[in-house]
């Protein structure tokens, strides 16, 4: 048998603990699939005393990543520090530039610098794995990088954040108010004191952002995605998609349109009988539509230190076994430039929900703006709002047939014009799905 | 780049023609992402003169597929004749002891001679490549082999037949009876003339066999798979399922136990928000537990020309990489040998449909001989058959708390006995799942 492979561990928080433990656990098991055995040699973290639960004796223990990334001891530099820049990014870079592969489950690092990354590993003839990145324990980019390569691909989605998923789940289930499950969640550990990066969506479009290029073939571009939170959605919409049959799940969205590639993530409206509709709490999944294998859905856990450490060893193993990929799944100097289509020639159906004024007239109003933009609709649903202050107040909820976003813009201009609606109408995007 | 990997398809049914449409359609990109070139030279058919839909000019033709597992013209054997005897398995041999590497699409030759091909390979340092034989175009070969080779796994399960769940689909959906369903689906092609393979579970046993030993680093041992066909299950059941919280799948599941690894294929109740249960139609799933990824699930299609070619094509793309995987997971003869759990042993909770004639007592005894084996009950519902011939014939349905396969017989052995019940009662094995 081959030498061993060494691995420096650089951040030792719940998921380097993890991947210290699973390859004490499994290491005779993978020495055996891999032909190869593994070893952790060194590691480094900000503090040498921490009880971290696992056994850290005969590592070499650094302070500076960029010295473990250098050090002479390992072959495979695993970073698990996290963020887009400092320690993490100069350390991947080090570890490069050394002749060093890298396995990272770092996604803020790679949506802003995955190409410069992959052309650096592509220059020094090394690997930068990042399975962990990207929906925790799901194997998604494998399965784009390798199993699918004989596809292309005409979409991806995804439901990304268990933050917000279990947010979402937790309002249709209990009929509860965005802001109390946003509170529950940060008390049970499912949201950060500062929730935003979550439910804003930012969290969700750095993954997107890289699916995007594995899947098109073309160069990351985080900052092109049309993004829309979570904040806006009301129990009210969420009991009226489900008498319509939909869930609403926030998803990442890539998709080739005429005019280029359509990056989003925004709430979305999900026929209940699909299989991303079924994904509830903190679990992901990830769809991909191929020209050759039609859809393919993945569930999963996207978060935690054992099922994300899962996917780091999935890395260090096709390491172990000589397993070389390009980053981006094509060398990264052939990527294509990234094209982006606008949002305004979105097509697809729409969720509207207006808040009116009890009088003759309003629903006549809203269905002329429509008609005006050539909008067709599909269902349209009247009711009171039960949680109104003024019973005179109603909710009017239209679902439209397939249309354009500027057209669905235009018209809710021109009814906001008429005077007949109170407030900003919401307007929730519905996915097609088979 | 390196010189082009040279490729045999032995096979022009359905998926050939498909897998050399891909490559025709998808080859250039394929290069790129391999950085090696594919290209098919040389093929074998029966029928030299059928118009097929595709090009085969410029293609060395053979009648005998030995001949072109043999032949110099080629790198890679792709094997899609099909059957576990005859031409496909003298091919293959033929091929691994020239030293080719064997890309196929065959789960029946795999659960009869798996472990044997598998150690000629490994003799003959080449590869033994076969997504596509299990589960069409979901990567679960990949996923087990690579993904999830830090884990132990602890079970797989999954719908793995596209008839059995078109059928059991259409029974729930629209009430018909299982006759009807099945010779719908042999008029839509959905079912062979003769379908006795995939309605009484040998399809999926075979697949459940590679499977298996693929989770469990165990040799592979089709022949210990206890199997139950779906022809008992009727429109009533499924009825009472879903009144219950359940669906109704065939499911071929492996699962460690204290004693051994029971391998089974039943019809099972499967809890209605579980991710298998959404799985409809012709749709094929895969789930695996594992100690460090928790739960995944895999859903995409089973069958079909181009999905199926999705796979074999990302076989050939691991050979064009170089990338070597050992063909059961880790080396063929390091595999353990298999130990059979009993499937008396078995434990989970059951739902029992008795008929009963209407007569004071019958009940009784029913819950004393259950009493009598210690088996609790969740739930029971008695009500008039509505299919009956005679209307003082009631069913009672019973759903179990955990217990035993052994408890269960010989409680309705019991309850026989006792004359309270007409016919046989149907028994349906719960799956606990998150």
């Given amino acids: 048998m081959a030498n061993a492979l060494r691995l420096g561990v650089a951040g030792l928080g719940t998921v380097g603990a ?27 973290a900000r503090d040498r005393t921490r009880d971290r639960g696992i056994d850290l004796s005969g590592l070499t223990f650094f302070t500076d990543p960029i010295e473990l990334a250098q050090s002479d001891e390992i072959d495979v530099f695993v970073e698990l520090i996290g963020g887009d820049n400092g320690p993490a990014e ?21 949506a802003k610098h995955g190409v410069d990354l992959a052309e ?43 933050t917000c998923n279990y947010i979402l789940t937790r309002m249709e289930k209990e009929g509860i108010s965005f802001e109390d499950c946003l509170a529950d969640a940060q008390r049970l550990g499912y949201a950060e004191a500062d929730p935003t990066f979550d439910i804003e969506g930012n969290d969700t479009a750095h993954k997107l952002a890289v699916l995007t290029s594995l899947a098109f073939g073309t160069k990351i571009s985080a900052d092109d995605i049309y993004l829309e939170g979570i904040t806006s959605i009301t129990t009210a919409d969420i009991q009226a998609a489900d008498e319509l049959g939909y869930r609403i799940k926030l998803l990442g969205v890539a998709q080739k349109t005429d005019t280029g590639i359509e990056q989003r993530v ?3 409206m999900v026929p209940k009988q699909s299989a991303i509709a079924q994904v509830d709490g903190v679990l992901n999944a990830v769809a991909v539509d191929g020209d050759f294998v039609g859809g393919l859905v993945l569930v999963g856990p996207g978060a935690g230190g054992d099922a994300t450490a899962s996917s780091v060893v999935s890395d260090i193993a096709d390491l172990a076994r000589g397993d070389v990929t390009p980053v981006l799944g094509m060398p990264a100097k052939d990527l294509a430039d990234y094209t982006r289509a606008r949002m305004r020639l979105h097509e697809g159906g729409y969720y509207i929900r207006f808040t009116v004024q009890d009088r003759a007239g309003a629903f006549a109003e809203i269905a002329k703006a429509m008609g005006n ?13 039960g949680d109104a202050d003024r019973a005179d107040a109603k909710s ?39």
Same sequence: chains 1, 2.
């Fill in 266 to 268: 925004h709430p979305t």
């Fill in 396 to 434: 009017v909820i239209l679902i439209t047939h397939e249309t354009t976003e500027v057209a669905v813009r235009e018209a809710l201009d021109e009814i906001a014009e008429t005077g007949v609606i109170s407030g900003v109408p919401q307007m929730i995007r519905i996915e097609r799905l088979s």
């Fill in 120 to 162: 650096l590993a592509e220059d020094n003839g090394v690997c930068l794995n990042y399975e962990a990145a990207i929906a925790g324990g799901i194997p998604i980019v494998k399965t784009l990088r390798e199993s699918l390569s004989g596809n292309a691909v005409t979409r991806i989605y995804g439901i990304m954040n268990g």
């Fill in 90 to 110: 100069s350390s991947v870079r080090a570890a490069l530039s050394a002749g060093k592969h890298v396995v990272t489950a770092n996604k803020a690092l790679l």
């Fill in 18 to 44: 993890s991947v210290i433990r699973l390859l004490g656990e499994h290491g005779d098991a993978l020495a055996r699939k891999n032909g190869r055995a593994v070893e952790v040699t060194a590691v480094s």
């Fill in 373 to 385: 933009k050539d909008i067709s609709l599909q269902s349209i649903v009247q009711r009171h709002r």
